[in-house]
């Protein structure tokens, strides 16, 4: 689900603090929160988008409350190792999880050792990364239109490259609203998948923006759509795919951050606020907008609903295109 990002970007990502946010902040009082370290868990492994996300707000909240908030990587099994981690620990706000678009995807494919509704509370969505329809050289088309067309006419016979997670759902989300034959292969990564439609090897990919944006920008692919029902700010050109006709498709991978379930809602509403202040900075802004990322905040509330309604949508896909279960 991670994207990986160069280890520069990540540096520049991490860098730009605030004059105001390095002055020595107040410890908390005894019985305040937080008066302890605190674990932020990622579920995947370092140096994607993931975990870029947790620890820029890992930084923000240390140096803002003076307590350590530690990024703890534990990745596997498509998030669910970290996040059974997360699930099983105190309710205290000293776990935290940076949760990503894999927590709804699983139930689709998976039994889940955890209730994925009431097993936490949701604090804050942070943004999303979004996909692009992109082609290469072997299939010379410049629309969504002219895709399709080409699919009716090949049926099954062009090569619709993903990697796991995602990325596959975002590509079955495509064959099913499209109603057309793509032959979707999988890859291990995003970078893999791309570079064989680059190559000539295969004719389109769903590429997830970040590691995506160089090779748009180069001209290396071309890109057909986003999958967002939204226009990007980043590829502004490009049009949606509800806008090319594939009504309704949105799939973008949101990034949120929750903590267990039954964490006192002041505790909740505390880390709420303050993560909310630190995305409304405009330094903040600039450093999501250059990851190839957007910035898109909600409340608890909101996020449960958004929760709900996406295990839903995702394990419609899984059971329309025929998903096999326990997708890698």
């Known amino acids: ?146 895709l399709l067309a080409a699919a009716k006419a090949r049926p099954g016979e062009l090569v619709l490259t993903t990697s796991g997670g995602f990325q596959y759902f975002a590509s079955a989300l495509f064959t099913s609203l499209s109603k057309h034959d793509f032959n979707i292969v999988l890859y291990k990564g995003a970078v893999p998948a791309m570079i064989d439609v680059i190559g000539g090897q295969a004719q389109l990919t769903f590429g997830i923006s970040v590691p995506a944006l160089p090779h748009l920008r180069s001209g290396k692919l071309k890109g057909l759509a986003v999958g967002t029902l939204k226009r990007a700010e980043l590829l502004p050109d490009i049009p949606t795919l509800d806008e090319a006709g594939i009504k309704g498709y949105d799939a973008s991978n949101w990034y949120a951050i929750a903590t267990a379930a039954g964490t006192p809602p002041a505790v909740v509403m505390k880390l709420h606020n303050e993560i909310v202040r630190y995305f409304k900075m405009p330094d903040t802004q600039k450093q999501v907008t250059t990851m190839g990322a957007v910035i898109d905040l909600k409340t608890p509330d909101e996020m449960r609903k958004i929760i709900l309604a996406d295990i839903a949508k995702w394990t419609k896909v899984a059971i329309d295109t025929r998903m096999p279960r326990s997708v890698d």
Do not use: C
């Open 1 to 146: 689900m991670a994207a990986g990002l160069p280890s520069a970007l990540i540096l520049v990502t991490l860098s730009g603090v605030p004059p105001a946010a390095l002055a020595q902040p107040a410890k908390a009082k005894d019985g305040q929160y937080p008066n302890k370290p605190v674990r932020l868990i990622v579920p995947f492994s370092p140096g994607g988008t993931n975990d870029v996300m947790a620890r820029m707000v890992a930084q923000h909240l240390s140096q803002t409350w003076g307590e350590s908030f530690i990024v703890d990587n534990r990745a596997g099994g498509e998030g669910l190792i970290g996040t059974e981690i997360a699930v099983k620990a105190r309710p205290d706000g000293y776990t935290l999880l940076l949760v990503s678009s894999a927590y709804v995807m699983n139930p689709a494919v998976r039994k889940m050792p955890y209730d994925s509704v009431k097993a936490m509370d949701f604090v804050a969505k942070l943004g999303a990364t979004f996909t692009v329809l992109s082609t290469g050289p072997s299939l010379p088309v410049t629309s969504v239109k002219d």
